[in-house]
């Protein structure tokens, strides 16, 4: 049977205060709308419909970025879930299959409660994600006869028997496309608020004699954003259960509660992580690296017996071949590092490649910016770059060459040679005395002026 995914992301969630959709709020740098996507992915589903509201034009660039086969389509009113549901209908008019509406700021349901769904389907004409409440609140309850699902209560309209329900409904419903939107077809908007709600499909059916029940998944799976507050629990949730899922994997955390983890990070096993370490987007790092405390790397790739840091940044495009060394304050930015070598401190490689066995001396740069261009700096096998050498791009550095310390680099060196750039030094005899004492008397003067 298809899969349709229909995923709701119209409100403007007024408690978070922001101009900006809350869908579009990040946990672990991706929209929480992409982490509902990418659960619902899981199913390969045949359609993706996203309903957008406020801020559709910036919803829709978001999910092009995600998930660029999805369709978007505008809920121009928000007149509640069933409404927003209805909303998708003309985009599924040729589709034949299920359909699982899921809510773009419920980001945690795993693929494999999803999965239970689906299975749960079979002989039912609806079926509804529940899950047992801690704290029931002010949660729909799930009247469930045996397997079958009885009727949704909403809290208010609940006898004190049925408060004491702890089985409560997350608002993600699966039926047959045709079955759901004739259901939602029904629904009326009598209650306080003037909205059609979508959990009222479930007496619709039992009124009609089709089959509905419930599949119960981890409270934690169905935790909503309507807040900072709860944004920044979302948050703790995600890296929470990313830094666990990375020990069960073998790699070692030193002190995992300060180790920040992006949607998209894979790491190796083997691999030690030293605390206060920052994962941005698209960083894939191979086994048995050692990442040192106080990195930071985002779009790039450490290969295996690689060590990173301590304090070094590693920006988009980094690549690090097999053993490569990157010491304490040093930044690597669009740069191939081969097999072995060494930046181990105080330096800067940006828009550059450099050959395997080279080792580069603290406080090098590449200068790759002449105010309106970027150049890029090449540097052979088995180089030695000086401490504090200024390669001034475009250059090359041949292999097996080498650089005086202090020199400022702005011609090609050829293989096996010794470059020297920097000014012959000059000694004054007796200028530094003479020099502090004029310095002194100046600032003695201002003394006395300002008094």
């Not at 799976?221 to 979302?234: D, H, I, K, P, W």
């Amino acid at each position: 049977m298809s899969i349709a995914l229909v995923i709701l992301a119209a409100g403007k969630g007024t408690r978070m205060n922001s101009d900006q959709p809350k869908v579009l709020h990040q946990i672990a740098n991706a929209p929480m709308l992409a982490h509902a996507m990418m659960s619902g992915a899981a199913l390969e589903p045949a359609r993706n419909v996203v309903v957008a509201g406020h801020g559709f034009d910036d919803v829709r660039k978001s999910v092009a970025e995600f998930a660029p086969e999805a369709q978007v389509v505008l809920q121009e009113s928000q007149n509640g879930t069933a409404h927003a549901v209805a909303a998708a209908q003309e985009a599924l008019a040729d589709f034949e299959g299920d359909v699982i509406v899921l809510f773009g700021d419920t980001p945690f349901v795993r693929p494999e409660t999803l999965e239970k769904m689906v299975v749960a389907r079979g002989d039912n004409a609806v079926v509804v994600l529940g899950f047992e409440a801690a704290d029931p609140g002010k949660y729909g309850r799930l009247v469930m006869r045996g397997d079958r699902l009885e009727e949704i209560i909403e809290y208010a309209d609940a006898t004190d028997e049925q408060r004491d329900i702890s089985f409560c409904n997350s608002g993600v419903i699966l039926a047959e496309k045709s079955t759901l939107f004739d259901l939602i077809d029904a629904v009326e908007a009598n209650n306080a608020q003037g909205e059609y709600y979508l959990p009222d499909i479930v007496g619709i059916a039992r009124d009609r004699g089709l089959s509905v029940t419930a599949v119960a998944c981890d409270e934690a799976e169905t935790l909503g954003v309507n807040s900072r507050a709860q944004l920044a629990e979302a948050e703790a949730t995600f890296q929470s259960r990313a830094r666990k899922d990375l020990m069960e994997m073998g790699v070692t955390l030193q002190q995992p509660e300060t180790v920040m983890l992006s949607f998209d990070t894979v790491v190796g096993r083997d691999t030690v992580i030293e605390p206060n370490v920052y994962f941005g987007p698209d960083v894939t790092v191979e086994s048995g690296v050692h990442i040192r405390a106080f990195s930071h790397l985002e779009g790039c790739h450490v290969s295996r017996g690689g060590v990173v840091g301590p304090y070094a940044r590693l920006r988009p495009g980094a690549e690090l071949a097999e053993d490569v060394r990157v010491g304490n304050f040093v930044e690597i930015k669009n740069a191939m590092i081969d097999t072995g070598a060494k930046v181990n401190h105080l330096s800067y490689v940006g828009d550059a490649s450099i050959g395997a066995a080279s080792n580069i001396g603290a406080g090098t740069i590449t200068c790759n910016y002449d105010g309106v261009m970027k150049h890029k700096t090449t540097i052979g096998a088995n180089a030695f770059i000086g401490s504090n050498t200024m390669l001034v791009a475009p250059v090359s550095i041949g292999n097996n060459a080498m650089t005086g310390s202090g020199s400022v680099v702005t011609k090609d060196v050829p293989d096996d040679a010794l470059a020297l750039a920097r000014a012959p030094q000059v000694n004054k005899l007796g200028l530094a005395h003479k020099l502090f004492e004029m310095l002194k008397l100046k600032k003695k003067n201002m003394s006395e002026k300002a008094n």
